[in-house]
């Protein structure tokens, strides 16, 4: 009896590192998805703004609220178990030991993004250009630092 409970134990090991590995992986997985999705929203309104597609309130504001939602779920997917990671990633490694910075990034971001979707909905486009601004350059921050460029 005991040789069989080890032998299942046995079994088990394999098929536990497996699912471990693949968590960490599913969380880089998911902080791009997160990215890309916000990425998404936030040329759509960056082409309203530079007048390149026509500007339309509601459809600005319903999308300065998905990022302003977006901006506060990448930060999840920055697990120490995706150091390692083999997928294709962007983040520099020197994330991980200048996370405070890091984190203080995607605060402001989420701090921008919130006054964006807040003031969203104005009728006159202007009146968006700076806030839509300050929120790129909090992009542009992080990336600048802490993503590989292409
Ligand atoms: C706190 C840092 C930080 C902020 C702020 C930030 N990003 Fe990123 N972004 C990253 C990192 C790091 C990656 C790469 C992630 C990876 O590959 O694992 C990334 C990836 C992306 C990607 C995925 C495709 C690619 O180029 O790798 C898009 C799109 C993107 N960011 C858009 C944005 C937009 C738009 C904003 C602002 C509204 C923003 N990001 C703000 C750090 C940031």
């Keep these: 009896m005991k040789k069989l409970i ?16 693949q968590r960490s992986d599913d969380y880089v997985e998911y902080r791009q998805a997160a990215f890309n999705a916000m990425g998404w929203h936030f040329k759509k309104m960056g082409a309203m703004i530079q007048g390149r597609i ?5 459809e600005f504001k319903r999308r300065a ?5 977006l901006s506060k779920l990448p930060g999840e997917g920055f697990i120490d178990e995706t150091k390692n990671t083999e997928l294709p990633t962007r983040l520099k490694s ?13 605060q402001n971001l989420i701090k921008a993004t919130a ?15 700076s806030t839509y601004g300050n929120t ?3 992009c542009k921050s992080c990336h600048d630092r802490f993503r590989e460029s292409s």
């Design 6 to 21: 080890m032998c299942a134990g046995l079994l088990l090991l394999p098929m536990l590192s497996n699912a471990q590995e």
């Design 54 to 58: 026509p500007y339309d309130a509601a």
């Design 65 to 69: 609220t998905a990022v302003s939602v």
């Design 94 to 106: 020197e994330m991980w030991y200048q996370q405070e910075r890091f984190d203080q990034y995607m």
């Design 115 to 129: 006054e964006l979707a807040s003031k969203a909905g104005a009728e006159d486009k202007d009146d968006l250009r």
């Design 136 to 138: 790129a350059r909090q």
